[in-house]
């Protein structure tokens, strides 16, 4: 965008992730007091930081992304009378919320769609729930190119980068033998990301096939979603269950998988699947939005109903098994990836949106 004649100015919660975002744009990042919990008080102050923010420096464009940047970023630049309001949905917690929180979830999410200008749904499944759920008017709804935010940097997430002595040494490192076939999942290890039907079904088919791991990658978050404690006991005490917390870069840990699993309960579009993708990586995906788009059934992986632990180890052990679908799966997945979500693509998708929005809002002026 800069490249294109945009200024940027760039806001979000504090964060160790901050440091790395100003090193590389070469912007100051402004710290707003943005939580994930629904805290009212926090919540005004991050408005009227949010509201002075923008006053401040009197954007033509104010595009917000995660819900609670969401409704704290338009209702205040809708406050601050901002022309192009955009908002990238990219999941949607109140669809697994029950009771008054899914009443309090779906207020906020109707806010914010309100006071947005434009919303952008990161995959044509979740623009389907929004209409279905009547959040928002479909005349205000948009899919930038085939889906995600950001789209994915194929040429940094490229096997090529790891050379067999990389990975001997990492398998080593984590007590992975050989003859071990490797499970792989990236994400924060909470209820609605499926751990603990992945867990259980790993736990069974170990019985069956000892020469198995399942390599956990992400860090567990208790106060948000804890997972069950029969879950977390197993994780910590499982010989074959291997646990990295938080790390900066995942391509070591999928360079060195086989096959990766993720079967979580809702998304918006997830990067990690398409990471996954591009390393190489055959996936077995639950039949959510975002996911059912990458992945196509036994082209590129294998798509299970979410929540269900047995259709999830019935699909591992199927691709334990059968070394020739593994393959044929892995073949197709790079390439899959390459032609459909590069972010180059994205980015210039996005930035005609831009122009198209600015022109359109100009010529409504005269």
Not at 74 to 86: D, E, T
Not at 277 to 283: D, E, F, N, V, Y
Not at 344 to 352: F, G, I, M, S, T
Request: with cysteine; proline share 6%; aromatic share 8%.
């Amino acid at each position: 965008m800069q490249q294109n004649g945009f200024k940027v100015i760039l806001a979000s919660a504090s964060g160790k992730e901050v440091a790395q975002v100003e090193k590389e744009t070469g912007l100051r990042v402004h710290i707003l007091p943005l939580t994930r919990k629904i805290s009212p008080l926090t919540d005004l102050k991050a408005l009227w930081k949010t509201y002075r923010l923008i006053k401040k420096y009197r954007p033509d464009i104010v595009h917000t992304h995660t819900p609670k940047a969401g409704i704290v970023g338009m209702l205040a630049a809708k406050l601050a009378g901002v022309p192009v309001r955009m908002h990238t949905v990219a999941g949607m917690p109140l669809l697994e919320a029950k009771g008054i929180q899914r009443s309090i979830l779906n207020l906020v999410e109707k806010l914010t769609y309100w006071s947005a200008t434009q919303v952008y749904p990161n995959s044509y499944g979740l623009q389907a729930i929004i209409i279905q759920n009547q959040l928002a008017k479909p005349d205000k709804l948009k899919v930038i190119a085939e889906g995600s935010s950001n789209g994915i940097d194929t040429a940094f997430f490229n096997p090529k980068h790891f050379s067999a002595g990389q990975k001997e040494n990492l398998k080593k490192q984590l007590g992975i033998k050989p003859e071990d076939t490797v499970f792989v999942f990236v994400g924060r290890l909470v209820g609605d990301k499926g751990i603990n039907e992945l867990v259980n079904a790993f736990e069974t088919l170990f019985k069956e096939y000892p020469n198995i791991k399942l390599l956990l990658v992400g860090n567990e978050e208790p106060a948000l979603d804890p997972l069950q404690e029969k879950t977390h006991k197993i994780i910590h005490s499982h010989p074959n269950i291997i646990t990295t917390g938080w790390v900066d870069d995942v391509r070591p840990y999928l360079a060195i998988a086989d096959i990766f699993v993720f079967p979580s309960y809702r998304e918006g579009f997830p990067n990690v699947v398409m990471q996954a993708g591009a390393m190489g990586l055959p996936a077995i995906v639950t039949d959510i939005n975002g996911c059912n788009e990458i992945i196509t059934d036994r082209l590129n992986g294998l798509i299970i109903p979410p929540k269900e632990e047995e259709a999830l180890y019935r699909a591992m052990k199927l691709l334990l098994e059968d070394k020739k679908l593994r393959m044929q799966l892995a073949q197709n997945a790079r390439p899959n990836i390459e032609a459909k979500y590069k972010q180059e693509v994205v980015w210039q998708a996005l930035l005609e949106e831009y122009k198209r929005l600015l022109l359109k809002t100009t010529k409504g002026h005269k």
